[in-house]
């Protein structure tokens, strides 16, 4: 299983861009890149995923280089709603693999005023 | 939406209790999942089912079962209770491992 490594935390101020880098340099082949949101005393929840270049939904992009080495999560203009554990899980999606995927500490970002 | 609903929001039990965690999931999964939770240690596995009667061990299985007799219902059992199980518990379920919904988790206290 590839293992990933993201920044313990982050600060941000209200209206700026976040960018969360994640380093996956195990990744496999049929490993697809999945990034979670957690507030506290909730579960997490998806927000994206992707393989390669660039995803976009209502709630962030992600963006991934060629090597898949590496992924970055943008957070337009973030609000303190945004302040939370995000998670970083490279895995294979195919739904006859029966392994584990990794949570690792996550980066937990302070939204300020 | 995919609905995972936890039985208990909090709990509290005493050292050497049984203690039943369940999750019961309305997407017809195939996979449901235990973690838990602690400060600094971010989420572990304890079990994963990939289908009815079917479980794989986690990263920390000792001190727990579990027991997944329909599709739709993942229960964690803690056949002895102990202080070092006080965590919060999240159950998840998915369709393919790399995307899993989770529920809103069970803070467990044990005294």
């Known amino acids: 299983l590839a293992k990933t490594t993201q920044p313990i935390s982050m600060d941000s101020y209200e209206g700026q861009e976040v960018n969360i880098t994640c380093s996956h340099n195990n990744i496999a082949t049929n490993d697809y890149i999945t990034w979670y949101q957690q507030f506290p005393s909730q579960g997490p929840r998806f927000i994206i995923q992707?393989?390669?270049t660039k995803v976009t939904n209502e709630v962030a992009s992600l963006f991934i280089p060629a090597d898949r080495k590496s992924s970055t999560l943008s957070l337009p203009r973030v609000s303190l709603s945004d302040t939370a554990v995000y998670y970083c899980?490279?895995?294979?999606?195919?739904?006859?693999?029966?392994?584990?995927?990794?949570f690792g500490q996550g980066t937990t970002l302070q939204v300020k005023p | 939406d995919v609905k995972v609903t936890q039985s208990s929001r909090y709990l509290v039990k005493r050292t050497g209790e049984k203690v039943f965690l369940e999750c019961v999931q309305d997407?017809?999964?195939?996979?449901m999942f235990w973690y838990r939770q602690d400060p600094g240690l971010g989420l572990r596995l304890i079990y994963f089912s990939y289908d009815v009667k079917m479980k794989e061990k986690g990263d920390i299985p000792e001190g727990y079962s579990v027991s997944r007799e329909k599709k739709e219902r993942f229960s964690l059992i803690l056949e002895s209770a102990s202080t070092n199980q006080t965590s919060m518990y999240l159950c998840a379920s998915s369709t393919s491992l790399a995307t899993q919904y989770f529920g809103p988790g069970t803070r467990l206290t044990v005294l």
């Open positions: 899980l490279v895995g294979d999606r195919s739904s006859s693999n029966t392994g584990k995927l990794i």
């Open positions: 992707g393989y390669k």
């Open positions: 997407m017809d999964h195939e996979n």
